[in-house]
Nanobody
Framework: DVQLVESGGGLVQAGGSLRLSCAAS????????IGWFRKAPGKEREAVSC????????YYADSVKGRFTISSDNAKNTVYLQMNSLKPEDTAVYYC??????????????WGQGTQVIVSS
């Protein structure tokens, strides 16, 4: 079975940090780009950050640049999202997704279940 399992969410105060993990299994990890998305109440789903396994290229939404860092441990088939200086507007359910062909300019092939992040003021 193909699985993407997120973990690391929780409740933190503004200014705090969290590290999210996305553990992948059931497919060739090196052939996929991995992205993080988030969905806040009343808002559309937003792409937060992506990383390509082919050349290590990364993408960050303007709203998180300088605060979030994406990284990959290919030996563990795991992608991380380090989130620092968290703001209440970062509150959302965070999902990871896998893009075949290391191409994030298309619809993802697989989605995880999501992990909740709540940032209090």
């Amino acid at each position: 079975d193909v699985q993407l399992v997120e973990s690391g969410g929780g409740l933190v105060q503004a200014g705090g940090s969290l590290r999210l993990s996305c553990a992948a299994s059931g497919f060739s990890f090196d052939d996929y780009a991995i992205g993080w998305f988030r969905k806040a109440p009343g808002k559309e789903r937003e792409a937060v950050s992506c990383i390509s396994s082919s050349d290590g290229s990364t993408y960050y939404a303007d709203s998180v640049k300088g605060r979030f860092t994406i990284s990959s441990d290919n030996a563990k088939n795991t992608v991380y999202l380090q989130m620092n200086s968290l703001k209440p507007e970062d509150t959302a359910v965070y999902y990871c997704a896998a893009f075949g062909g290391n191409n994030w300019y298309k619809s993802p092939d697989y989605w995880g279940q999501g992990t909740q992040v709540i940032v209090s003021s």
